[in-house]
């Protein structure tokens, strides 16, 4: 077996198949990133340590020797089971990492809860979660799948409704001394907590109340934070179903009434086509709506 330690020069060895290849030490810089005098002396350094020459000179052109075109070959086939070995372990290493973009609250409140059921399934995964407000930009961020909450419109993607959610108000149980109010006209005395872009005025139309939209106070942007407000006893929210439902169960909160309103915008499970060939994310989705189906009986 060949001494390794012998080897020449990598990089001069990178500068020479390059230039075999384009019988050109110009092209051959443009490829490495380097200067044509940089392959020109990586070259040269490469034939006195073989004590060959690997090109004939003839002012500036260049045309490859039969000694060098013999070592190109042999050099070419080498490099290139490198490289398909590199892009192997590239890919096999790409399989086992998982990077998934979910709105902030709902990445908060619903999916973290449970992604660790997931993980048990696939113990040799690394998922990573972005909680994120904007869209993503699946050209420019190294993600894999997106859960987008918005009207489901997303062109050159793959598109799959997830779930549709609904508006109603929740409460502390010790909110006022746990004096609830039992009727929804009773809400006008108390704290009503909003989320921005998502108003109380269409479910009071549901509720049959002629009530203004709340104004003034706190108006929170991220609907966890609402829920959080509301669970600490800070005032009855307007709460998303699947949002709240975490502290529903726990008993932190509870619904009023039983009406609830349909939200505008669903969740959207998104992807480029391209990503569906993957199988950490095909096992993802068959996750996610396994979960969700296991949901369906808690729905409103």
Not at 86 to 112: N, P, V, Y
Not at 114 to 131: C, K, N, S
Not at 179 to 192: I, S
Request: proline share 6%; hydrophobic share 45%; net charge neutral.
């Amino acid at each position: 077996m060949a001494d390794l330690r012998r080897l020449p020069n990598l990089a001069a060895l990178r500068a020479f198949e390059a230039a075999a290849r384009h019988q050109n030490f110009s092209r051959a810089a443009d490829e490495i990133h380097v200067t044509h005098g940089a392959i020109s002396h990586q070259v040269r350094m490469l034939e006195e340590e073989l004590g060959v020459a690997l090109f004939a000179r003839h002012g500036k052109r260049i045309a490859i020797t039969p000694e060098g075109e013999q070592f190109a070959a042999v050099l070419r086939r080498a490099l290139g089971e490198v490289a398909s070995a590199a892009e192997a372990l590239k890919a096999s290493s790409s399989q086992k990492k998982l990077t998934i973009s979910a709105l902030t609250s709902f990445a908060a409140r619903w999916l973290a809860p449970r992604l660790g059921h997931f993980i048990e399934q696939y113990p040799d995964l690394e998922v990573m979660l972005q909680a994120s407000n904007h869209l993503t930009d699946f050209v420019r961020e190294s993600v894999d799948v997106a859960i987008r909450f918005g009207s489901g419109n997303y062109p050159g993607l793959t598109v799959e409704k997830v779930m549709d959610d609904w508006y109603y108000p929740v409460a502390s149980p010790r909110f006022n001394r746990g004096q609830l109010p039992r009727t929804p006209q009773k809400l006008a005395q108390g704290m009503l907590l909003r989320c921005e872009g998502e108003p109380w005025a269409p479910w009071f139309r549901a509720a049959g109340v002629q009530l203004p939209e709340p104004t003034g106070g706190l108006i929170f942007q991220d609907s966890s934070m609402l829920i959080r407000a509301a669970a600490e006893g800070h005032g009855i929210a307007l709460a998303r179903h699947s949002i709240a439902l975490t502290e529903l169960q726990a008993g932190e909160l509870v619904r009023l009434f039983d009406v609830a309103t349909a939200c505008p915008h669903s969740y959207y499970f998104v992807c480029p086509p391209s990503a569906l060939q993957k199988p950490q994310v095909q096992a993802f989705r068959n996750w996610l709506f396994e979960e969700l189906g296991k949901q369906q009986q808690a729905a409103p």
